[in-house]
């Protein structure tokens, strides 16, 4: 649902704008809300998964979501819809790295990679059907239904969830480092923000960008040095004393643009450069989902037959050797030969970040597991904004000097993030072999 909820709603800013006679820039907080209070929620999830059992803190962001989408189909003005995005976001924030520990606590380090693999491909619906979904829904139905479709989901989910999820263990987590709590949960979303902001505006880095990435790096400075070896600090810093989970947080920050930064590029590759409409658009980049839902499963018997460094050396080779044709280009957007592209860089895709989380998880013990999914979500996410925004950035001051050579040169620059990562999947499988 979380997945799926923020590439449906993707679609829909246009028809918000009309609907809720709201200007752009007060639709744009609409999503903008959401994805900070999701980054002010991140780094509590692993205290109250140790504090409550990670079921349960699972269990109650699903009601609060599913509640929450019900009350933003309500909203009668932006300005509700925009505070009902925040509960939203607050529970979504809790609800993905809760539900990934309770599966890695109930299935241990041996079998995570074939677990994984399965939740990749539930995950990997969002990306690839939202935008079609969020496209026939505003053709055929209100934009409230952008909401209203998580109810059914939900509701199935919470039934099921309290007949089968385990509850998790009370702990007797201490009373968590408030003051380090506000460190980090106002430097993320500072971080996020000036990253989202720079990106989608160009060339544009003045004050408004400046600020926030300025202060979310000195605040998260300061958490680190706070928290580092503390017993009652909100995130366990010192897992990053294991060379095997260092290096499996290294490559899923770089291994992130190559998902999120593709996510970003490929829409306008085939709007701007092909001239497609949106459910066209959607169609094209279905070759994507479909190849990394067919390979996740693979990935993740792989990773657990093998090792999971020796799937994402390979992985992060094969991301590179289907990202390189796009910077070559010569090709027409819409063609075969870009579809057959998509498949195969979703097939690589899936041999890299699957195995890149699946080696922190693992390197971890199971009362620290919390604490990593916490951290490895918070950086992918921080890796994917950032990305994200440099591409942009390069996008939009390339663009008046022509149309395709913007492309190629941006596409090239999604390609040296391509080949940093495969330095890091070969650091992963050779740290991993030592270890």
Same mark, same amino acid.
């Given at each position: 649902?979380?997945? %799926?909820?923020?590439?449906?709603?993707?679609?829909?800013?246009?028809?918000?704008?009309?609907? %809720?006679?709201?200007?752009?820039?007060?639709? &744009?907080?609409? !999503?903008?809300?959401?994805?900070?209070?999701?980054?002010?929620?991140?780094?509590?999830?692993?205290?109250?998964?140790?504090?409550?059992?990670?079921?349960?803190?699972?269990?109650?962001?699903?009601?609060?979501?599913?509640?929450?989408?019900?009350?933003?189909? %309500?909203?009668?003005?932006?300005?509700? %819809?925009?505070?009902?995005?925040?509960? &939203?976001? $607050?529970?979504?924030?809790?609800?993905?790295?809760?539900? &990934?520990?309770?599966?890695?606590?109930?299935?241990?380090?041996?079998?995570?990679?074939?677990?994984?693999?399965?939740?990749? +491909?539930?995950?990997?619906?969002?990306?690839?059907?939202? *935008? =079609?979904?969020?496209?026939?829904?505003?053709?055929?139905?209100?934009?409230?239904?952008? !909401?209203?479709?998580?109810? *059914?989901?939900?509701?199935?989910?919470?039934?099921?969830?309290?007949?089968?999820?385990?509850?998790?263990?009370?702990?007797?987590?201490?009373?968590?480092?408030?003051?380090?709590?506000?460190?980090?949960?106002?430097?993320?979303?500072?971080?996020?923000?000036?990253?989202?902001?720079?990106?989608?505006?160009?060339?544009?880095?003045?004050?408004?960008?400046?600020?926030?990435?300025?202060?979310? +790096?000195?605040?998260?400075?300061?958490? #680190?040095?706070?928290?580092?070896?503390?017993?009652?600090?909100?995130?366990?810093?010192? $897992? @990053?004393?294991? /060379?095997?989970?260092?290096?499996?947080?290294?490559?899923?920050? @770089?291994?992130?643009?190559?998902?999120?930064?593709?996510?970003?590029?490929?829409?306008?590759?085939?709007?701007?450069?092909?001239?497609?409409?949106?459910?066209?658009?959607?169609?094209?980049?279905?070759?994507?989902?479909?190849?990394?839902?067919?390979?996740?499963?693979?990935?993740?018997?792989?990773?657990? /037959?093998?090792?999971?460094?020796?799937?994402?050396?390979?992985?992060?080779?094969?991301? $590179?050797?289907?990202?390189?044709?796009?910077?070559?280009?010569?090709?027409?957007?819409?063609?075969?030969? =870009?579809?057959? $592209?998509?498949?195969?860089?979703?097939?690589?895709?899936? !041999?890299?970040?699957?195995?890149?989380?699946?080696?922190?998880?693992?390197?971890?013990?199971?009362? &620290?597991?919390?604490?990593?999914?916490?951290? #490895?979500n918070i950086v992918s996410r921080v890796g994917g904004a950032a990305g994200t925004a440099l591409f942009a950035v390069v996008l939009a001051n390339l663009l008046p000097s022509g149309t395709a050579m913007a492309f190629r040169v941006t596409f090239w620059w999604l390609t040296a993030a391509a080949v940093i990562a495969v330095a890091l999947g070969i650091r992963l499988w050779w740290v991993s072999r030592r270890a």
């Open positions: 649902m979380t997945m %799926l909820d923020t590439t449906v709603l993707a679609v829909g800013a246009e028809t918000l704008t009309q609907e %809720l006679g709201a200007g752009i820039a007060s639709v &744009q907080w609409v !999503f903008t809300a959401y994805l900070v209070a999701l980054a002010i929620a991140l780094p509590l999830c692993g205290w109250l998964s140790r504090r409550f059992g990670a079921g349960r803190v699972w269990l109650m962001s699903l009601a609060a979501f599913t509640v929450a989408s019900a009350l933003c189909a %309500l909203a009668g003005n932006v300005g509700w %819809l925009i505070g009902l995005r925040v509960l &939203q976001g $607050l529970a979504a924030g809790l609800l993905l790295p809760a539900g &990934q520990t309770v599966l890695g606590q109930a299935v241990g380090p041996a079998r995570l990679g074939r677990v994984m693999g399965t939740l990749g +491909i539930v995950m990997s619906v969002g990306p690839t059907f939202g *935008p =079609v979904l969020g496209g026939v829904l505003l053709r055929g139905l209100s934009w409230e239904w952008l !909401f209203l479709i998580n109810i *059914p989901v939900g509701v199935v989910a919470l039934v099921l969830g309290l007949r089968l999820v385990p509850r998790g263990e009370k702990g007797a987590a201490a009373r968590p480092d408030w003051l380090g709590f506000l460190l980090v949960s106002l430097g993320i979303p500072a971080l996020l923000y000036g990253l989202t902001t720079w990106g989608e505006g160009g060339a544009e880095f003045g004050v408004g960008v400046l600020v926030p990435l300025v202060a979310g +790096i000195a605040l998260l400075v300061l958490f #680190i040095r706070r928290s580092w070896g503390r017993a009652d600090a909100v995130m366990d810093l010192t $897992l @990053f004393r294991s /060379r095997v989970y260092t290096a499996a947080v290294a490559l899923s920050f @770089f291994a992130a643009p190559a998902l999120f930064g593709a996510l970003f590029l490929l829409p306008l590759y085939f709007q701007v450069l092909g001239g497609n409409g949106v459910i066209e658009t959607g169609l094209l980049l279905m070759s994507l989902g479909v190849g990394t839902a067919i390979a996740l499963p693979v990935s993740g018997r792989l990773t657990d /037959r093998y090792s999971a460094g020796l799937v994402a050396a390979w992985g992060s080779a094969a991301t $590179l050797a289907t990202t390189v044709p796009f910077a070559i280009g010569g090709f027409p957007p819409d063609g075969v030969v =870009v579809q057959i $592209l998509l498949v195969a860089r979703g097939l690589a895709v899936a !041999f890299l970040l699957l195995p890149a989380t699946t080696a922190g998880y693992a390197a971890v013990t199971k009362e &620290q597991l919390p604490d990593a999914v916490a951290q #490895i």
